[in-house]
């Protein structure tokens, strides 16, 4: 078909129509393209203002105690505890406790084989009484040549110095001074016999195992007809804890935690065999010197425990938490409000920004929206954002102690209930 065909196809038609039809189907494409537009706008005005919609997670300010601690761990030990041994050589003849038996001071433990001690002692018995014969028979030369000096001098004297001469006056005088030195020796020598009879004495004794103090018995290392064997140290035969009923937790604490403990410090631990129970106990000793162990510096601090149930026994692996700090009443909030603060956008004008405008084509974009400087910006004060009127509000405050989850605040305008905004979940969908 040419186009003559079509031009007078085409006018045959609109001579069939009626007059007047143009302009009433152009006023109607009109009506239709403006419901459209109106529909278009709306749309993207909503778009736009549901997409700059941010909203928050929030926790309320609260009032309230703040308890601070410091964790550590340990072990529990007697506060006295006696490695008993044995100073003598020899065979073990007898054991008279076992682990667990409560012992008081002065009772045998243990025995070792007395044969040789005894006939050791009766034969320093003997030196002894020797030696206090050997006394008695001195005396007799003693009490002997004094009478012969005396018999001398008064012969001396009746016959006007005539008799007997000068040197047998001297001579017995000689005699004399020797037995009496006999007999410092003698006696001497019976105090040397009674030293040695003591000391076999006491050896004697020694092989007597006895407890040093009143206490439990937490392990027997011995058994009857063993050799011990002491020339070089004593041999540690029993292990004695005295009054279990009071024990100390030895614990380590780290040196970043260190400078927050002292002495009189309340701390509550718990161990492995009860662990929903919680035992009170006091810091008695933090200590100086410093223990490293696979590169972690910690230091001992030791706490007194009560353990009169007897519940807890020595060597116990224990956690302890000790209260460093605690506050009473003080506004709390949670660590995360302080470390929240809200995005800025880069430009005003992309607070109203629609549908149409964002399918229109922009530069790239030079980063993230910028932060507002944390909770305390550059050299400012810390914050908090208060949520009011669903628009975040800076609070300044100032900042406590705190336990790692909430923190101590005081500010001005800041009350009990309010809303502190610790998260930004984005815009509404």
């Known amino acids: 078909m040419n186009s003559r065909e079509q031009d007078e196809i085409t006018r045959v038609i609109d001579a ?18 403006l419901i459209v537009l109106a529909a278009f706008g709306y749309l993207s005005l909503r778009s736009g ?23 550590a761990t ?16 020899g065979t073990v003849e007898a054991v008279f406790v076992d682990d667990n038996d409560r012992v008081k001071k002065g009772q045998i433990l243990a025995r070792l084989d007395v044969s040789k001690l ?17 006394v008695l028979q001195v005396q007799a030369s003693v009490e002997e040549a004094a009478a012969n000096l ?9 016959s006007g110095g005539k008799v007997p001469s000068k040197v047998e006056l001297e001579t017995a005088d000689a005699a004399l001074k020797r037995a009496l030195a006999n007999e410092a020796s003698a006696r001497a020598a019976v105090n040397q016999a009674a030293a040695a009879l003591k000391s076999d004495e006491t050896n004697l004794a020694k092989a007597h195992i006895r407890s040093p103090i009143d206490g439990v018995v937490l392990s027997r290392k011995v058994e009857p007809g063993q050799t011990v064997a002491a020339s070089l140290q004593a041999p540690v035969l029993f292990a004695i804890a005295e009054k279990l009923s ?57 706490l007194t425990v009560n353990n009169d149930d007897l519940s807890l026994r020595p060597g116990m692996t224990a956690t302890a938490e ?14 995360a409000a302080l470390r929240f603060a809200p995005a800025v956008a880069a430009k005003t004008g992309k607070k109203n920004k629609n549908l149409v405008a964002s399918l229109m084509p922009r530069p790239p974009r030079g980063g993230a929206p910028k932060q507002k400087g944390g909770s305390a910006g550059k050299g400012g004060a810390p914050k908090v954002w208060v949520l009011k009127d669903g628009q975040p509000v800076a609070i300044p405050v100032t900042v406590g102690a705190t336990d790692g989850r909430v923190t101590e605040v005081a500010g001005v305008g800041l009350q009990p209930g309010m809303p502190v905004i610790t998260e930004g979940l984005g815009g509404q969908g």
Do not use: C, H
């Not at 069939?16 to 393209?33: D, T």
């Not at 203002?49 to 964790?71: F, H, K, N, P």
């Not at 100390?248 to 040196?255: A, N, T």
């Open 16 to 33: 069939g129509r009626p007059p007047g039809w143009a302009g009433k189907y152009a006023l109607r494409l009109a009506a239709v393209a």
């Open 49 to 71: 203002s549901s997409a700059t919609a941010t909203r928050y997670q929030t926790e309320e300010v609260r009032r309230g105690d703040l308890i601070v601690a410091v964790s």
């Open 74 to 89: 340990g072990n529990l030990q007697p506060t006295n505890q006696v490695d008993v041994g044995s100073e003598l050589s």
């Open 118 to 134: 005894q006939d050791q002692v009766a034969k320093s018995r003997a030196a002894v009484a020797g030696a206090e014969a050997q």
């Open 150 to 158: 005396a018999r001398l001098k008064q012969v001396a004297e009746l």
């Open 246 to 302: 009071q024990m100390q937790l030895e614990v380590g604490v780290d040196e970043a935690d260190v400078g927050q403990v002292a002495a009189g410090q309340r701390a509550t631990f718990n161990v492995d065999a009860y662990p929903k129970r919680k035992y009170p106990a006091r810091v008695t000793r933090v200590g100086y010197g410093s223990q490293v162990k696979d590169g972690v510096v910690t230091y001992l601090t030791v």
């Open 322 to 335: 000790i209260v460093t700090a605690k506050r009473e009443q003080v506004l709390l909030v949670p660590n």
